[in-house]
């Protein structure tokens, strides 16, 4: 199964996905490409596949991208290996609402989930809080949070992240019934 995972920057969702891959067995990241410089503590080919402009431009050229999109200036992408049914369980994919869109369209399975703030002053918060956008990139990441909280209705499930332990709950229970 893949379940498709979208929220705004700065609802924590990293932090969500990773604990949730911790608790759930058979369960995995899609890692997807990204032309963005990798943050201090990422690393290739586990948080994200770090590709120079030119390499992401050929692959999606010979189509190995299943979506892609400009998120924040950078292409992200999530290959068709990717996305690919192995043999290490069902996956969890994080993308955007364009790729959410992209990704129902092509594996109408998929089951996709919406993590939302509590509070939208929060997202300004946490995003300063952790000291890694510039202040015009920040107000950048908030401009599209606030188009992708109002498009949270077209998602399967929404939750609020409000306190990380349920929110962790939460996922794991959903994954658990739709497996079942
Ligand atoms: P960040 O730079 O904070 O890691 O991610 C920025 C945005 O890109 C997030 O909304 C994230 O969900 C989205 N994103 C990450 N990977 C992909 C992908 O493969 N495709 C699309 N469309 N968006 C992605």
Redesign the pocket.
């Given at each position: 199964m893949l379940f498709v995972i979208?929220?705004?920057?700065g609802v924590g969702?990293s932090t969500v996905l990773r604990r949730l891959i911790d608790e759930v067995p058979n369960l995995s990241f899609a890692v997807?490409?990204?032309t963005?410089p990798p943050r201090a503590g990422e690393v290739d080919g586990r948080d994200?596949h770090f590709v120079p402009d030119a390499e992401f431009a050929r692959l999606a050229g010979e189509g190995a991208f299943v979506?892609?999109?400009f998120?924040?200036g950078?292409r992200?992408?999530?290959s068709r290996a990717a996305v690919r049914p192995g043999s290490s369980g069902d996956l969890l994919?994080?993308?955007?609402i364009?790729?959410a869109a992209?990704l129902r369209k092509e594996i109408p399975d998929a089951v996709s989930i919406f993590i939302e703030p509590p509070r939208f002053a929060e997202l300004a918060t946490r995003i300063a809080g952790r000291g890694r956008e510039a202040r015009d990139q920040i107000e950048k990441r908030l401009r599209t949070a606030r188009a992708?909280i109002s498009r949270a209705a077209s998602y399967d499930h929404r939750i609020v992240n409000d306190d990380l332990v349920r929110t962790v709950r939460e996922l794991a229970s959903l994954i658990t019934s739709a497996r079942s």
């Amino acid at each position: 199964m893949l379940f498709v995972i979208s929220g705004p920057s700065g609802v924590g969702k990293s932090t969500v996905l990773r604990r949730l891959i911790d608790e759930v067995p058979n369960l995995s990241f899609a890692v997807s490409h990204t032309t963005r410089p990798p943050r201090a503590g990422e690393v290739d080919g586990r948080d994200y596949h770090f590709v120079p402009d030119a390499e992401f431009a050929r692959l999606a050229g010979e189509g190995a991208f299943v979506e892609w999109a400009f998120v924040h200036g950078h292409r992200y992408g999530t290959s068709r290996a990717a996305v690919r049914p192995g043999s290490s369980g069902d996956l969890l994919i994080e993308v955007d609402i364009q790729g959410a869109a992209a990704l129902r369209k092509e594996i109408p399975d998929a089951v996709s989930i919406f993590i939302e703030p509590p509070r939208f002053a929060e997202l300004a918060t946490r995003i300063a809080g952790r000291g890694r956008e510039a202040r015009d990139q920040i107000e950048k990441r908030l401009r599209t949070a606030r188009a992708e909280i109002s498009r949270a209705a077209s998602y399967d499930h929404r939750i609020v992240n409000d306190d990380l332990v349920r929110t962790v709950r939460e996922l794991a229970s959903l994954i658990t019934s739709a497996r079942s």
